[in-house]
């Protein structure tokens, strides 16, 4: 496939666009764009988008998009973002510093500063009838598998451990772990 552009595009100089399709863009210098889907985005200058999706939304300076990200309305990605492999972001504002490396969905929220969204996180923001937002501030870390249930604020500085559910909100510098204890029955039937 070669690059299609479609509508009204403004490309800067020192930009590199590969097998990608962009509908009403603007793209700024040394951004490096492949293979991807752009629709009324804007890409900020050293950005690096990969095999993904954006649409209706802005990606700030240095940022990593991809491979296999979808980038959905309304979002706002910062500088030295990474929004990684098989990562879907709607609605939402994700401020400097901020990973999202792989297998997650943030939807209808906000995120700090340098905050560590794990494998697997789930911003659970619909409860059927209405979608709520999701806060978490600056400095987070946010472990594998952990669900997010809004509506939600997450302090500064917390720290979220694999396989946690949250369902209250969160004072700052909290530390949250929710074990449970395997329990193994022998199967007789093997």
Partial sequence: ME???IGKNKISKKVSISKSYLENCTV?????IFDS???NATVKKGTKIIKSVVSDSIIDEN???????HIRPESVIG??????SFVEIKKSKIKTGTKCAHLAYVGDAFI?????????????NF???IKQQ???KSGCFIGANVNLVSPLKIGKNCFIAAGTTVRKDLPDKTFVVAKTENKTKTNKSI
């Avoid at 500088?79 to 990684?84: L, P």
């Fill in 112 to 124: 700090g500063k340098n905050c560590n969204i794990g494998c697997g996180v789930v911003f659970a």
């Fill in 28 to 32: 700024e210098k040394d951004c490096f």
């Fill in 63 to 69: 940022s990593e998009i991809g491979p296999f990200a």
């Fill in 127 to 129: 409860n059927g009838k």
């Fill in 134 to 136: 999701i806060t978490v």
């Fill in 37 to 39: 889907y752009l629709k």
């Fill in 3 to 5: 690059n299609i552009f």
């Fill in 79 to 84: 500088k030295n973002c990474k929004i990684g």
